[in-house]
């Protein structure tokens, strides 16, 4: 009853994905197990003492320090929703801290392999077929706006406003954002839309934007396979949609975009994750200081 209500709280009430549902679970029945063994049978163990030691274990385990920091976001969730609906009398996750993660920042194109790779997408597009015509489409779109690969397959039709080059996009906790594409990316989307996705529509494919082989709304797997499959054509730097994006990022600073607006772009809710997400190249950075240093 206790795990239930709470999968129902994180559905229902923070409206997250299944993907963060099932670690949010996850992390919480390890916990709700680490106590078990300590010999608590219900949440009287649910105290500082008993979180500092399951994030111990964790670290005895060799987990990573990524790991032990989300992990410990976790239980922060649930001990505050315990502690909110009488199920524990005070909150022990307020008083717990947990190490920093790393950032890793994942590869980036530079421009000649992205131009690189979308030629061998519009290539491959060449024959007119369907699926070609849509993984082009796909691929100038994920390049051109940035956005997540859940919300690319997420757009429905009614989603793309063509006559302003604009989709909305619903990212994480269902938050709403308008975001620009360019002329590339709205040829390859008007080819798609007009010659490809009626003959892939099959009844039941819904209002979604792209569809898979079998007229069903596309999902992250195909997308994924696409991505990687682009990059191995062209012997590029093998990269996930998640590289697209940040390539997109980059190319943005690149071309000399203000961080604020490249953070409403990518739908980050603070600019110090645009911060840590995005670089600028040495190049860009030395230009920079030759161009506005008085002793450069």
């Not at 082009?136 to 397959?153: D, F, K, N, P, Q």
């Not at 062209?234 to 690149?254: C, F, N, Y």
């Amino acid at each position: 009853m206790l795990l239930a209500d709470y999968e129902r709280h994180l559905t229902a009430e923070r409206d997250l994905s299944k993907h963060s549902v099932r670690a949010y679970m996850g992390d919480v029945m390890d916990l709700i197990d680490h106590l078990t063994r300590l010999g608590h049978d219900d949440l009287s163990g649910l105290d500082i003492r008993g979180l500092r030691s399951w994030l111990a274990k964790q670290q005895s385990l060799g987990k990573s320090r990524t790991t032990i920091a989300r992990r410990a976001t976790a239980a922060r969730v649930f001990t505050a929703w315990a502690q909110r609906t009488g199920r524990i009398e005070t909150d022990p996750g307020a008083l717990l801290a947990s190490p920093k993660p790393h950032k890793s920042l994942p590869g980036v194109l530079g421009q000649a392999d992205t131009r690189a790779v979308l030629d061998a997408a519009a290539v491959a597009a060449d024959d007119g077929s369907p699926v070609g015509l849509r993984d082009l489409a796909i691929m100038e779109l994920l390049y051109a706006t940035g956005i997540r690969v859940g919300e690319l397959c997420a757009i429905d039709v009614d989603d793309v406003d063509a006559g302003r080059r604009v989709i909305r996009v619903f990212g994480k906790g269902r938050k709403e954002r308008s975001v620009p594409y360019g002329v590339p990316a709205g040829v390859a989307l008007d080819g798609w839309l007009d010659g490809a996705r009626p003959k892939l529509f099959r009844p039941g494919s819904g209002p979604a934007l792209f569809l898979g082989a079998r007229g069903a709304r596309i999902d992250q797997r195909t997308v994924r396979r696409l991505v990687h499959a682009r990059m191995a054509a062209v012997d590029a730097p093998d990269l996930s949609p998640h590289g697209m994006r940040h390539t997109a990022a980059t190319h943005l600073l690149e071309g000399g975009a203000d961080l604020r607006s490249v953070q409403e772009l990518l739908g980050h809710a603070s600019l110090a994750t645009t911060q840590i997400y995005t670089h600028v190249s040495g190049d860009r950075l030395r230009r920079a200081y030759e161009q506005a240093h008085p002793r450069a």
